[in-house]
C-alpha cells in the first residue's frame, strides 16, 4: 500500500534553520492531511492538519503546506530545535461519509535537529 | 490535558492464546480506532468503532479480532488465536469528529510479543 509515500527516510538540520518534511500520496479522495511526530516507545502526537480546501495552515513554528494539483504536501519547522528530533509521519484520511477514520500513514521521517 | 491511555505497556504471550488489549480513549471523544506498527512498517488501521458498532475495518482485522466497548470508558481489542505474525506496537486512538476536524489522538501503545 503505497498511497502515502515519504520519500526520504531521514532528515538532518542545523538548530534555528528551517526543517522541512514531504509528503506524497496517490488517492485524489484523500481530503485530510496530518502530520504527527513519534518519539521511541511512544505514541504517535498530533501536530498540524489541513483540509483540501486550503493550501496552507500555520500553528506557531509549523506550517503545513498542501499542494492538490501535484498531490504534494509539507511540514515547514521554523526555527528548529534539537527537541524537535524524532520521527514525522505525514497521514491521509478520506474525510466525509462514515470514513471519519482510516488515516493512511506514510513511512516516517527521522528529523534530527544538530546544536 | 487528557489523553488516551493503554494497559497493559507490554504483552508477552504464546501463540495460540487469546489476548486483550485496553484502552481508555478521551472522555469526550465518541469515534475510537486500533492501528499497529510492525517493527519497521508503516502504521496501519485495524478498525474504526463509533456508535457502539464498527464503521470500518481493514483486511488485516478477520475473525480472529474483535473490539468491544464494555462500559462508559473502556475500548478493548481481542485477538482470540495470536499468531507470530500479530507482533506489533497496537495502538488505540480517539477522536471527537466535529466539521472540519479529524484529528485523531493516540496512546502510548501496547507492545504485543508473540513467542
Known amino acids: 500500500d503505497q498511497q502515502v509515500k515519504q520519500n526520504s527516510p531521514s532528515l538532518s538540520v542545523q538548530e534555528g534553520r528551517i526543517s522541512i518534511l514531504n509528503c506524497d500520496y496517490t488517492n485524489s479522495m484523500f481530503d485530510y492531511f496530518l502530520w504527527y511526530?513519534?518519539?521511541?516507545?511512544?505514541?504517535?502526537?498530533?501536530?498540524?492538519?489541513?483540509?483540501?480546501?486550503?493550501?496552507k495552515n500555520e500553528d506557531g513554528r509549523f506550517t503545513v503546506f498542501l499542494n492538490k494539483s501535484a498531490k504534494h504536501l509539507s511540514l515547514h519547522i521554523v526555527p528548529?530545535?534539537?527537541?524537535?528530533?524524532?520521527?514525522?509521519?505525514?497521514?491521509?484520511?478520506?474525510?466525509?461519509?462514515?470514513?471519519?477514520?482510516?488515516?493512511t500513514f506514510g513511512q516516517g521521517t527521522i528529523l534530527t535537529v544538530h546544536p | 490535558e487528557p489523553e488516551v491511555t493503554q494497559t497493559p505497556s507490554h504483552q508477552v504471550t504464546q501463540?495460540?492464546?487469546?489476548v486483550i488489549l485496553r484502552c481508555v480513549p478521551i472522555s469526550n471523544h465518541l469515534y475510537f480506532y486500533w492501528y499497529r506498527q510492525i517493527l519497521g512498517?508503516?502504521?496501519?488501521?485495524?478498525?474504526?468503532?463509533?456508535?457502539?458498532?464498527?464503521s470500518e475495518k481493514?483486511?488485516?482485522?478477520d475473525d480472529q479480532f474483535s473490539v468491544e466497548r464494555p462500559d462508559g470508558s473502556n475500548f478493548t481489542l481481542k485477538i482470540r488465536s495470536t499468531k507470530l505474525e500479530d507482533s506489533a506496537m497496537y495502538f488505540c486512538a480517539s477522536s471527537v469528529v466535529v466539521l472540519g476536524s479529524y484529528e485523531q489522538y493516540f496512546g502510548p501503545g501496547t507492545r504485543l510479543t508473540v513467542t
Open chain 1, 37 to 55: 511526530k513519534k518519539y521511541p516507545a511512544e505514541g504517535p502526537t498530533f501536530l498540524i492538519s489541513i483540509s483540501s480546501i486550503k493550501d
Open chain 1, 80 to 103: 528548529s530545535q534539537p527537541g524537535d528530533s524524532a520521527v514525522y509521519f505525514c497521514a491521509a484520511s478520506g474525510a466525509g461519509g462514515t470514513s471519519y477514520g482510516k488515516l
Open chain 2, 15 to 18: 501463540m495460540g492464546q487469546e
Open chain 2, 41 to 54: 512498517q508503516k502504521v496501519e488501521f485495524l478498525v474504526s468503532f463509533y456508535n457502539n458498532e464498527i
Open chain 2, 58 to 61: 481493514s483486511e488485516i482485522f
